[in-house]
């Protein structure tokens, strides 16, 4: 079944850096979009970054323009989040999903905790 596990979560001082990487398995990896999430406490999940099955083509939201960046190993079967410049407010849960045309849902991992801090 698909699988998704995040890892590289913990806590970092402002200003430092932080690599999120999620493994899949149970899917045809290099055909499904994928993105992080994020959920801090008492907010919405909202969408951090997007990558597309190729790898050609990223999005951010806005909050995190030059600071983060999603990238994708297809040989690997892992998307990774670089997450530079830390602050604060990006406190949450980090989740990565996979979509694809066709699937009847998307696939969430379990998430992993960032929390920045002093």
């Known amino acids: 079944q698909v699988q998704l596990v995040e890892s590289g979560g913990g806590l970092v001082q402002p200003g430092g850096s932080l690599r999120l990487s999620c493994a899949a398995s149970?899917?045809?990896?290099?055909?499904?979009?994928m993105s992080w999430y994020r959920q801090a406490p008492g907010k919405e999940r909202e969408l951090v970054a997007g990558?597309?099955?190729?790898?050609?083509?990223?999005n951010y939201a806005d909050s995190v323009k030059g600071r983060f960046t999603i990238s994708r190993d297809n040989a690997k079967n892992t998307v990774a989040l670089q997450m530079n410049s830390l602050k604060p407010e990006d406190t949450a849960v980090y989740y990565c999903k996979a979509t694809k045309r066709g699937w009847p849902k998307e696939y969430w991992g379990q998430g992993t905790q960032v929390t920045v801090s002093s």
């Open positions: 990558i597309t099955s190729v790898g050609d083509s990223t």
């Open positions: 149970g899917f045809l990896f290099s055909s499904a979009a």
